[in-house]
C-alpha cells in the first residue's frame, strides 16, 4: 500500500509511523512543512515532499499562521500527483489535518495528538470551524486517548477510532544499566521536555521536600530532557540548595531513552496537561512504578494502586507522601511495575497499534471510489 504521510519530519513519533509502515511491506512518503533536522528518510528511503523555505517551529496554532496554509496547498497536490498515494494520513488535526482536507484527496485518515483539539478549536469561532471542516473532509478521524474522544465529538458525529502511540516493548524493557549514582540510592526523575506544562518545577520541589523529610536516605532527581525552562530550572535547583542532588540530562536520542528509563526506581509526571502519557507508558514498560497527576490521559494510563499512584495536580504534599509511600515499600513499588509492563503489552503494544492502523487503511482503500477527481 502507498502512503503519504502529512507530519512533522521532525518528530519522534513521525519517525515511529513511518519506520513501522515501512518495515510491514508499505511504500511509504513523508509531507512536512519543514525538512527534518537529521537525514532519517533519506536513510531510510522514504520520498521526503517539503517547502525549503520554513523553518521548524515557524507554523504555531495561530489562525494568521494557519491562513498560510493556503500557499501549501499547491506543493502538497503536486506531491500527491507525483507519489499517487492510495491513502493519506495527517498526524495532527488542526495543522497538518487542514492541509489534507484542502486537498480534497480520499481517503483522509486524520489523527488528533492533543493540543489540536483540547486547545486550538477553544481559541475563537473560526478556530473550531477549521476543526469542523478538517473533520467533515475526513474519511477516517484517530485519537491516541480516550480522553480526547469527547473533545472530537463536539465537532464531528463521525465515529472516532482509538489507536494509542504504543510502546516497543522490545525496546522498553527492564534491563541492568550502570547507574553514575551511590550504591543504595534511590532515583526518582522523569522522561519529559523542560516545559511549562509538564510541571517539572513542582517535582523538584516535591523531590526537594523528600529530601528535607528522608535526611537519611540517598536520594537523587533525574530530569531527562531538553527545553526552554532548563536555565529556570537549574536556577530553582541551585535556590533550594540540591544541586549536587539533581542531574539534567538534556535533549537525549529517542534510542537512548529506554537506558535512562532503566537508572530510575520511581517514574513521575506531574503535569498541568497532558493528552496521553507515551512517557509513563514507557516507564510502566521498563517495569517502573508511576506517581502522576490527575490531569488528562494520565489516569487513563496509570491505574491507581495497581500500577501506580494517581495525585491531585498541584498537591505537593500529596504527590510527596506518594514518593515517599513507593520509596519505602519497595515489594509495591516493584508490583505496580511488573502490573504496569503487563497493561502494556496487553493493551499499549506498539505493533498491535501499528496493525490497527493498518486495517483501517485498508478498510479505507476499499470502499472508497475515485481519489483524484479533486486534483
Not at 517551529?57 to 499547491?74: D, N
Not at 478498510?363 to 477527481?373: A, C, M, P, S, V
Request: charged share 25%; aromatic share 8%; hydrophobic share 40%.
Amino acid at each position: 500500500m502507498k502512503i503519504l504521510l502529512l507530519s512533522d519530519g521532525n518528530s519522534a513519533h513521525t519517525k515511529r509511523w513511518a519506520i513501522s509502515l515501512k518495515q510491514r511491506g508499505n511504500d511509504l512518503a513523508l509531507f512536512s512543512i519543514a525538512r527534518p533536522a537529521d537525514t532519517w528518510t533519506e536513510e531510510l528511503q522514504i520520498p521526503l515532499f517539503s517547502p525549503l523555505t520554513y523553518k521548524p517551529g515557524i507554523f504555531s496554532s495561530s489562525l494568521l499562521l494557519k491562513s498560510s496554509f493556503l500557499r501549501l496547498v499547491p506543493s502538497l497536490k503536486k506531491a500527491i500527483r507525483r507519489f499517487q498515494p492510495d491513502v493519506i494520513h495527517a498526524h495532527y488535526a488542526s495543522s497538518y489535518g487542514l492541509l489534507g482536507a484542502l486537498t480534497g484527496f480520499h481517503p483522509l485518515v486524520i489523527s488528533v495528538w492533543g493540543s489540536d483539539i483540547l486547545i486550538f478549536p477553544k481559541k475563537n469561532i473560526p478556530a473550531a470551524g477549521i476543526m469542523r471542516f478538517n473533520f467533515r473532509k475526513a474519511d477516517a478521524i484517530c485519537s491516541t486517548s480516550r480522553i480526547m474522544v469527547p473533545a472530537i465529538r463536539k465537532y464531528t458525529r463521525k465515529e472516532v477510532e482509538l489507536v494509542p502511540f504504543g510502546v516497543d516493548t522490545g525496546l522498553f524493557r527492564p534491563f541492568r544499566v550502570e547507574r553514575p549514582f551511590e550504591p543504595e540510592t534511590f532515583v526518582m526523575g522523569t522522561v519529559k521536555a523542560l516545559e511549562p506544562e509538564y510541571g517539572i518545577d513542582q517535582l523538584i520541589r516535591v523531590f526537594n521536600l523528600v529530601k528535607q523529610r528522608n535526611p537519611d536516605r540517598r536520594i537523587k532527581l533525574l530530569l531527562v530532557g531538553g527545553g526552554r525552562l532548563e536555565r529556570d530550572l537549574r536556577e530553582l535547583v541551585t535556590t533550594l540548595g540540591i544541586t549536587q542532588d539533581v542531574w539534567f540530562t538534556g535533549k537525549i536520542p529517542h534510542g537512548e531513552i529506554p537506558r535512562y528509563m532503566n537508572m530510575l526506581d520511581l517514574f513521575v509526571a506531574l503535569s498541568h496537561t497532558e493528552s496521553f502519557g507515551v512517557s509513563v507508558l514507557e516507564a510502566a514498560s521498563c517495569e517502573k512504578p508511576a506517581v502522576v497527576s490527575d490531569v488528562g490521559g494520565l489516569p487513563e494510563v496509570v491505574e491507581n494502586r495497581k500500577t501506580g499512584l494517581v495525585v491531585r495536580e498541584n498537591d505537593i504534599e500529596q504527590a510527596a507522601g506518594a514518593v515517599e509511600e513507593l520509596m519505602n515499600n519497595p515489594e509495591m513499588a516493584e508490583t505496580l511495575g511488573r502490573n504496569g509492563r503487563i497493561q502494556v503489552e496487553a493493551n499499549y503494544n506498539w505493533d498491535l497499534n501499528v496493525i490497527r492502523m493498518t486495517e483501517i487503511y485498508q478498510r479505507l482503500t476499499e470502499i472508497r471510489g475515485n481519489k483524484y477527481d479533486s486534483l
